[in-house]
């Protein structure tokens, strides 16, 4: 079936660090890849997408790229803050689908 | 424009009580989920709505769990009777289309003592 594996956390690094998440899926088919974050105290929204082989997602200064030949969709971002101190997870749903999965997500915090 | 409301954001019972979980998705939303989330897990989906049809309840465990969406709309998860395991946070997240935007609620945590 399909399912996402994404990096054990707790991730911990200082600001203005370099961040990588990594994320491969399983998955029959082109599904889109997705990055969520849960702010603490808040609920899960979403951070980027992409639909396509190839695609890059960004939003807030983090990106990822949908591999195919890797089934992969790591998340990057080159500078990290303070406020970047959420959990990540990575999701995939299947082609004109709704039927969403995650992963167990990973904590990341940044320290000043 | 409002967002996914979730009632009660905590609730405590004792085991082999009932409880009841309500959720108003975002207005215009077709399709509307529910997923459970142990302490330092990711959501797990127990079951998804297609306006007021049940199309995916696979994860739902059935003897104790039960839902609906009557009218297409609001949501209510009931557990009876609940077991020390069930404490968790149960979420709703409701969604438009097919572009896999979810939109999450803030949750309702649930402790079974």
């Known amino acids: 079936g399909n399912s996402v594996t994404q990096m054990e956390g707790p991730v911990t690094l200082s600001e203005e660090a370099f961040l990588t998440i990594n994320c491969t899926y399983t998955?029959?088919?082109?599904?889109?890849l997705f990055w969520y974050v849960q702010y603490p105290g808040e609920g899960l929204q979403l951070l980027l997408k992409?639909?396509?082989?190839?695609d890059k997602g960004s939003n807030k200064g983090f990106e990822a790229t949908y591999r195919k030949e890797t089934t992969s969709f790591h998340l990057e971002k080159g500078s990290v803050q303070v406020s970047d101190s959420a959990v990540y997870f990575c999701?995939?749903?299947?082609?004109?689908?709704?039927?969403?999965?995650f992963g167990a997500g990973t904590r990341l915090t940044v320290k000043p | 424009e409002a967002g996914v409301v979730q009632s009660p954001r905590y609730k405590i019972i004792e085991k082999k009580q009932p409880v009841a979980f309500w959720c108003n998705p975002i207005?215009?939303?077709?399709?509307l989920y529910w997923y459970l989330q142990n302490l330092g897990q990711g959501p797990e989906l127990l079951i998804r709505?297609?306006?007021?049809?049940?199309?995916?309840d696979s994860q739902l465990p059935k003897d104790r769990f039960s839902a609906e969406r009557l009218k297409g709309v609001d949501s209510t998860l009931k557990i009876q009777p609940a077991e020390l395991g069930d404490s968790a946070v149960y979420l709703c997240?409701?969604?438009?289309?097919?572009?896999?935007?979810?939109?999450f609620g803030e949750g309702s945590r649930l402790t079974v003592l």
């Open positions: 207005s215009g939303h077709n399709t």
């Open positions: 709505y297609e306006n007021e049809e049940a199309v995916d």
């Open positions: 992409a639909t396509k082989a190839d």
């Open positions: 998955a029959t088919g082109y599904p889109s």
């Open positions: 999701a995939l749903s299947p082609y004109n689908n709704n039927d969403m999965r």
């Open positions: 997240a409701s969604s438009l289309d097919n572009t896999g935007e979810l939109f």
